[in-house]
């Protein structure tokens, strides 16, 4: 049969686990109070922190206690919590007579006979106080006190993580907002850009073209490289006035039920002569039965051409391989390559917004990745890179995921 001692000492151990576990601060500070509560076998607990004034106490978790109790109006720091306040705790035997108790009527109808308080202290301050209550008459044993103690300590580190976790959140928050507004004034400038670039391109092939007269083979030679430069800005522009509409969700205007082997094998025959001039065997792996997919073909073939020549443009030699599975629930899209791979600490940031790696060698905007994130996120999947890939032990592994029961039709073909 378990101990006293032993069943403190376990609680303790939960307790500690719900601190640690990624619940939210009211679902974890519930949970201290009824594990305390159900150790003692009393009658309730509760947790209580200053409010801004630090005069009165509000309930921030409660177990075993009627609403009614709960609410019965502000908790002052009284007598009965006065040595809990210096860092102390305190017991009451008798909640219902003893003057330092503010609400003894209350108590008296809410069937608590004794109180015991402790002292919640979070970095050397004193912020609440964890009180525990008992139906009959009760002495608090050193045993329980030091447990209850133990309970507010580890209590208060749950309030400690959910500060910082509230920090990290409001930081995040700020962070994706500046991210937003500076994406936001990018593409207003793209736009702004986008029609005098086509037309000075449109002017230089005019040029090139012979239509205003001979022009010397160094003369092409420049206007030929200016309109590489303007193809080069149009490309970057078009891929910043992507992000705002794939993130508004206008790409499921395009959606509809298609088949995803068509798809992969229109990316493949595209950039299948890219790959032959490097060298490189483009390969696919392709299901018998085509699923079919709830999806913009477009934006398919916008990620699989950014995935295919990511995997051409850093493979000197060897193989790029296409390949689509299916599981239970989702369908899964891999293009791996043998090349030189992803250092481990640029790995992570592969998808992030103008990431260029040390190891690019051709010149891009670095959102071809990002964009193509948003867009399978837009269809309800996941995007995520490996390097080295786990089947070769070399090169990269690019996976991304398209849910199986997203959209109409999910038949096959």
């Known amino acids: 049969m378990e101990s006293l001692t032993q069943r403190y000492y376990r609680s303790l151990y939960e307790i500690a ?17 009824k594990t305390v509560s159900q150790a003692l076998q009393a009658k309730g607990c509760s947790l209580m922190l200053f409010a801004p004034d630090r005069e009165t106490l509000v309930h921030m978790a409660a177990h075993g206690l009627s609403d009614w109790y709960v609410r019965k109006g502000p908790l002052s720091a009284d007598e009965s919590m006065s040595q809990a306040l210096e860092g102390k705790p305190v017991a009451v035997l008798n909640a219902t007579e003893d003057a330092r108790v503010q609400y003894r009527e209350q108590a008296r109808q809410e069937g608590i006979a004794s109180m015991l308080s402790a002292p919640v202290l979070l970095k050397e301050e004193i912020v609440g106080v964890i009180r525990v209550y008992t139906a ?22 749950a309030l400690e993580n959910a500060r910082e976790l509230e920090q990290c959140r409001t930081e995040v928050d700020k962070l994706e907002e500046e991210r937003r507004q500076f994406v936001r004034f990018l593409s207003v400038v ?28 160094g003369q092409q030679d420049l206007l030929q490289r200016g309109i590489r430069r303007i193809d080069e800005l149009l490309t970057l522009i078009t891929d910043l006035l992507d992000i705002p509409r794939i993130e508004a969700g206008q790409l499921e205007r395009e959606m509809q039920r298609i088949s995803l082997n068509g798809v992969v094998k229109q990316a493949v025959v595209g950039l299948d002569n890219v790959a032959r001039q490097k060298g490189i065997a483009l390969e696919m792996e392709l299901p018998e039965s085509s699923p079919a997919v709830y999806a913009s073909s477009r934006r398919l073939q916008q990620v699989l051409n950014n995935l295919i020549s990511n995997a051409i443009n850093y493979t000197r030699e060897g ?95």
């Open 17 to 33: 686990a719900i601190v640690n576990s990624a619940g939210t601060p009211e679902s974890v500070l519930d949970a201290i109070v």
């Open 136 to 157: 009959i008459p009760h002495e608090f044993t050193s045993d329980e006190i030091y447990f209850v103690q133990a309970a507010a300590n580890l209590g208060a580190i």
């Open 190 to 217: 793209a736009h702004d850009l986008q029609s005098p670039l086509v037309a000075t391109q449109s002017l230089l092939s005019y040029i090139v073209d012979g239509y205003t007269g001979d022009i010397t083979d």
């Open 319 to 413: 193989t790029a391989l296409v390949r689509v599975k299916e599981h239970d629930s989702e369908i899964r899209v891999e293009v791996m390559d043998t090349g030189i791979g992803i250092p481990p600490g640029e790995l992570p940031r592969v998808f992030d917004d103008f990431f260029r790696g040390s190891n690019a060698g051709k010149k891009g905007t670095g959102l071809g990745l990002s964009i193509s994130k948003r867009i399978i996120e837009a269809h309800g999947g996941k995007t995520w890179a490996e390097s080295p890939c786990p089947e070769t032990g070399k090169g990269s592994r690019f996976t991304f995921t398209l849910p199986k029961n997203r959209g109409p039709g999910r038949n096959r073909e």
